[in-house]
C-alpha cells in the first residue's frame, strides 16, 4: 500500500526535484500544486478537485495513467490555521477539503461537460514545506520531556498539530522526511554535477560562440557561498551566475572566441 510523505525542509534544498524525479524513475504522471492558492479561493472543496483535474490533464486524459500518477502538495504549511485564519477562508477549511482527496477516495471530475471518475486510491500525495520554526516546538517539547539528541528523530504529528496542521490530515501523512539546509558543499557539487545545472547551460550556451567558459575552483566555492549566504538553495544560483554573466552574455558573442576563464575576483566584481 502506497504511504504519503511529508517533507519539511528550507526554500531550494529538492523538496520538489526529488519529488519529481520520483515519478520520472518510477515512470508516472507528476503534478505540482501550489497549496498557497487554494486558500485565496471561496469554494475549497472545488479547488481541491482541480488537483485531480491537472492530474487528469498531464495524464493525457486518462483516468487509469492518473490514478497511479504523483501529487506533490508544495506550500502546505501556508495553510496552517494559525497563520491564514484571518483570511475568507480558513485554513482549516483548505485543510478539510485536501483530506478528502488524499484520502484515498472515488471522486467525480469535470472536464468540460464530461464527467470522469477518479480514485486517488493509489495516488502518492508528497506535500513539502519549510515549516519555519517547527524546530523550536519540537525543542520545547523535548526538552519538557527530558529529551535529548536532533530535534528531527523526535518529530510527531503532535508538534505539527501545534504548528496549525489538522491532525487528521497529517495522519495521511505517515512518512515524515526532514531536509538540511544545503551546505556549501552541496552547492558546489550541484554547480558542477548536476544535469540541470545553470553552470552547464550557460557553458553550453556559450560554447554555441566559439567561447570556452571556464570557472576556476574558487570562483564556483564563492558563488555557492553566495548562495548559501542569501539562504534560497540550489534555485539561487541560477540568480547569482546569471548576474555574473549578464553583462558578458551581450559582450562578448559575436566579438570574442578562445577560453574565457571566470576566477573568484571576477565574481566578486560583478556581484559588488
Known sequence: PKANILIIGPT????????????QLVGVSFVHEDITKFSEVGYVGQNASDILVDLLLVSGGNPHVAQMGIVYLDEIDKIATEIIAYKDVSGKGVQKGLLH????????????????????????????????????????????????GHWQDYLITDDLVAFGMERQ??????????????TKQDLKDILIKSEGSALLSYI??????????????????????????????????????????????YRLPGSYTGEFVVNQNYVEERLG
Open 12 to 23: 531550494g534544498c529538492g523538496k520538489t526535484y526529488t519529488s519529481e524525479t520520483a515519478s
Open 101 to 148: 482527496m488524499v484520502d484515498g477516495t472515488e471522486n467525480t471530475v469535470h472536464i468540460g461537460k464530461e464527467r470522469i471518475s477518479l480514485s486517488t486510491k493509489h495516488v502518492l500525495f508528497i506535500a513539502g514545506g519549510a515549516f519555519e520554526n517547527l524546530d523550536d516546538i519540537v525543542k520545547k517539547r523535548m526538552a519538557g520531556q527530558g529529551l535529548k
Open 169 to 182: 490530515l497529517m495522519g495521511r501523512f505517515p512518512v515524515k522526511v526532514v531536509y538540511d539546509q544545503l
Open 204 to 249: 553550453n550556451d556559450f560554447k554555441a560562440w566559439g567561447i570556452d567558459l571556464v570557472f576556476t575552483n574558487s570562483a564556483l566555492a564563492e558563488i555557492a557561498r553566495r548562495a548559501e549566504k542569501e539562504g534560497t538553495g540550489a534555485r539561487g544560483l541560477i540568480n547569482i551566475i546569471h548576474r555574473v554573466l549578464l553583462e558578458d552574455m
